[in-house]
Every structure is written in structure tokens, then in C-alpha cells.
């Protein structure tokens, strides 16, 4: 292990990390400029030109916030639950292969900060422990409505993450391996003749939509976000929360929400792969073939973020019995008969 | 009860079929509607930079006008106070001196002429009543909000116009058959409403 191989793994996590924060930072620009959007609004645009410094002004307010511990609030916990959010959502961008390798003067740089052979084992550890900051920082608050956004914060994850990891089983089936860089390379193949098409999309389309599906129920996003339902819970979990620790909260959620479209893209959208990068690498070099692949990447995961959006505009909070039954009754046994499903395809087409 | 309009629905709690129950076309059916909208026309007005036009029969506040030499048209008659509903309107009389005739029109003039604001509902009777066309609600500015209730009560200061402008008169009330013909250029309200919408 030369002074090299650090020097670079530390540069990429300083860019990877500033990156997934700057993305997370404009996602709430984005979120309420496409709210605007979406009601026929233009959204904030009164911070710099076209409000792109929104941000700024956001972050800004919420570090000057007074910051408020109630007097019964467990300190300790109370500053451990934002902090455990945002770790959890930090962490989970280190194993996401952003590329093959760049060739800098004959040195291999590879894209990835590391290359977990159990990568997506690896992600589900992490994402359960996010409901740990959510839970503690409801508990903490010692306010009822904090702790019922908690319990069921608590309950939603678990729920989800049954299918959502039943979901993946067959991904995992159908790519023989747990790391994302296999599976990104596997997906590089050629698919009616095009090379980098061969996603695993167009292989497991019901495993994909119910990953969507429990994507939006881990991020407590929208029709999910019973956590902090307004109208039943004041603010859920995080009522009792103010200044930057509400900030933390708030842009934990933010870059879950990068991070599982980030998954979502390479587990089934192909990853870095983009129609045509053989012909690209053969003409053009790897090296740019390897930097559009990180181009056509952001674009999936800005899409699958806008979906995000998109989706939360649209869609309605279901009630919770509601939400239960389709964990429960409908994607669970769904996620067992793709399973099923994708057993019976290896079995006919691969022999 | 037998409906009148036609338009009453029965409430019904059917189970959901199988199509509504897996949820997915409605989703779908609703992002295609929300997507439309997303490349709707944004119908928002950025304000301080672009105004929305006043309808030609907007009522402001008030102003005390002025006649083409510049002097004020009140002579204190007292209509406009006894027509208005809400009482909002005081003022006392007193009689032009000599060398005066500059600043009044009438003999008799308002030497104190107060408006409540607090009062007023912009009715514009005090308008209607006016026989010596004195006094329009053509001042283009919003509910008066000051910090202080005493602020609220315009004094002469507040009311008369500066200097006399034909066009004020024009733009606000005037009779009220003038008025109802203005409800016809609305048209031209709306197409600059559009303009600003696309810019």
C-alpha cells in the first residue's frame, strides 16, 4: 500500500463527500423549486440569480436559530440522534462505484472508495442503522408526539426493509455477487446489440418497483412520511428539535435521498454503463469513456432524486394501517414470488 | 331529499376492485397530471420588479383633487360625510379670505378634511356624492397599514393631490356610467397579464 493509493482514496472521499453534500444541499433548493413548479409557481428565486443561492441562505438561517434543549430531554441521546443520522446517511456513499478507473499517467485511480465484496450487505447495515437516529432522537425529545413519529419511523423501516431486501435477493441471484462493482460491470454487457444496456431493469422490473417502493418508505419520504405527519404529529420525531440539529434531520433525509437513488441507479439502472461506451472507450479512450459513464450516472441519480419530487408532489400520505398492509400483505409475498420467479428464469435460460 | 342541482353524489364505501387496490395506475395517472403542470405556464408574479395593473374601477384611497389652476375643488358641503356609511369622513368649513383665490375655488373651503382609514370601507359613495367632483378613490395604494392608530386618520396633508393631474381623475372613478363602460377594457388587463406571465 503506496503513499499513492492513500493520497488518492483520501482525495476521493474529500470529492465524494463534498459532492453527496452539495447534491443533498441542492435537493432542497431543488425540492422546493420543483414544488413550485409542480403548482404552477416559480419557486425561490430571490437569492442570487434564479435563487440558486437558497441554500446558502437556508443553512445560514439555520445555524443562527436558537437553539433550544427542552429541560427534560435526555442531552445526550437528544445530540446523538441527528449526529447518528447524518453519520448514517454519510456513510453509506463510500462503497457506490462512481466508475471503473481513471488511467492518470499510467497509475490506476479507481472510482470507488472501496470495494466491499459484501457491498450490499454493507448498505443494508448502514440504512438500519439510520432508524437508530430517528428512534433516539424521538425518544430523547421526551414528548409524546416525538416518540409515536419515532415508534413509527421505527416500525415503517422494518417493515421495508424486509422487501426491500427480499427484493434484492434476486438481483443478487440473477449477478452471482454482493459487490456493486460486479454488479456494475456485469451490467456493461451488450443487450439487443448495444453495448453497456444490459441492466438488470429490464431482468427484474417487479424487483425494481418494489425497491422504489420501500426506497420511499427508508427515506420517510412522501407517501410514506408518517414519521413526521404534520397533521397527527406536530412534526413526529423531530418536533422537539431546533437550529441545526432540525437542519441535521433534515439533511439526513436529504442524502438518503441521493444515496438511494445512487443504489437505485446501480443496482438496476446500470450504474456508470450507458448505451454505446464500447464504442466510446474505442474511439474516444477509456478515460472519457469513463467520465461520460460518471456524467450518465448523475443524470440517473438526478432523475431517480426528481422522482423523488415528482412523487411527493403527487401523491397523497397513505394512513398507516394502509402502509402496514401493502409492507406486509402485498410487497413481502410479491418479493417472494419474484424470487421464485427469477429462480425459475436462471433455471430455464441459463442451463 | 330529492336533489335540486342534479349534482349530489351518493357516498359509496365499495370495496376497491383489484386495479385500484394495487394503486399503481392512479399513481401513474397521477404524475402524468402533476408533470403537466410542471411545464404549465407558472402564473406567478415577481412582484416588486412587476405590478399587476389596477382594474379600471379599483377604489384606493382617497385624494382631494385639484383644479386646472392648481386650486382645490372642495367647498366643504359636507355630502360626502353625511353619504358615507361607516362615518369615516369629518371636516370643518371656513371662508376664502381675499388673495386666497389661488388656493381655493369655491368661497367656502375645507380647512380641516379628515378621512379615518381605520373607518373607511372603500364603498366610494363619498365619490358618488361629490357635486363638485372633489374627491375620487384613485390613490393606488394597498390597505393602508400604519404602526400607530392616529396615523390612520388622513389629515389634508395625506389626501389633497400635489399638483393637478387630469389623468388621475380619468384612470380612477369619474360617473358611473364611464366606469361600467370600463369593465368592457378589461380585456387589456388581461393581456398584460399574460405579457408579464411570459417574461
Known sequence: ??????????????????????????????????????????????????????????????????????????????????????LTACMSTAIIPWGTYLDIFGTKFVLQVADV?????????????????????????????????????????????????????????????????EISRNQGESLFGLSGLNWNIFYQPLGFLIFIVCAFAECNRTPFDLPECETELVGGYHTEYSSMKLGFYLFAE?????????????????????????????????????????????????????????????????????????????????????ILLTGVGIMLFDN | ?????????????????????????????????TIRHFFAKKITIRYPEIKKLFSKNWRGVHVLKKDEQGRERCTACGLCALSCPAEAITMEAAERKK???????????????????????FCGLCEEACPKEAIFLTNEELAPSRMDRGELIFGKDKLVEKQHDPDNKKRGGGPLEERLFHSKENSSYKSTFEGISNS
Request: proline residues 3%.
Open chain 2, 1 to 33: 331529499m330529492q336533489s335540486l342541482s342534479n349534482r349530489s353524489k351518493q357516498v359509496s364505501q365499495k370495496e376497491m376492485t383489484f386495479m385500484e387496490s394495487i394503486y399503481l395506475p392512479a399513481i401513474i395517472g397521477g404524475l402524468m397530471i
Open chain 2, 99 to 121: 388673495g386666497e383665490e389661488n388656493l381655493y375655488r369655491e368661497e367656502k373651503y375645507a380647512a380641516r378634511y379628515e378621512i379615518n382609514m381605520l373607518r373607511c370601507i
Open chain 1, 117 to 181: 465484496n459484501i457491498g450490499l450487505l454493507y448498505i443494508f447495515g448502514v440504512v438500519s442503522l439510520g432508524v437508530y437516529g430517528v428512534m433516539i432522537g424521538g425518544w430523547a425529545s421526551n414528548n409524546k408526539y416525538s416518540l409515536l413519529g419515532a415508534v413509527r419511523a421505527a416500525s415503517q423501516n422494518i417493515s421495508y426493509e424486509l422487501a426491500m431486501g427480499l427484493s434484492v435477493i434476486a438481483l443478487i441471484m440473477l449477478n452471482g455477487s454482493l459487490s456493486l462493482a
Open chain 1, 254 to 338: 436529504y442524502i438518503n435521498m441521493f444515496v438511494s437513488s445512487a443504489f437505485m441507479a446501480v443496482l438496476y439502472f446500470g450504474g456508470y454503463n450507458y448505451p454505446g461506451i464500447n464504442f466510446v472507450e474505442a474511439n474516444l479512450g477509456h478515460n472519457a469513456a469513463v467520465i461520460i459513464g460518471l456524467a450518465a450516472l448523475f443524470a440517473k441519480i438526478l432523475f431517480f432524486i426528481f422522482f423523488f419530487m415528482w412523487v411527493r408532489w403527487t401523491v397523497p400520505r397513505f394512513r398507516y394501517d394502509q402502509l402496514m398492509k401493502l409492507g406486509w400483505q402485498i410487497l413481502i409475498p410479491l418479493a417472494i414470488f419474484n
Open chain 1, 1 to 86: 500500500m503506496d503513499i499513492y493509493f492513500i493520497l488518492g482514496k483520501l482525495i476521493l472521499i474529500v470529492i465524494i463527500f463534498a459532492i453527496s453534500l452539495l447534491t443533498a444541499m441542492y435537493s432542497t433548493y431543488g425540492e422546493r423549486k420543483i414544488a413550485g413548479f409542480f403548482q404552477d409557481r416559480l419557486g425561490p428565486d430571490r437569492a442570487g440569480p434564479w435563487g440558486i443561492l437558497q441554500p446558502l441562505a437556508d443553512g445560514g438561517k439555520l445555524f443562527f436559530k436558537e437553539e433550544i434543549l427542552p429541560v427534560n430531554a435526555n442531552m445526550a441521546l437528544f445530540i446523538a440522534g441527528p449526529s447518528l443520522s447524518m
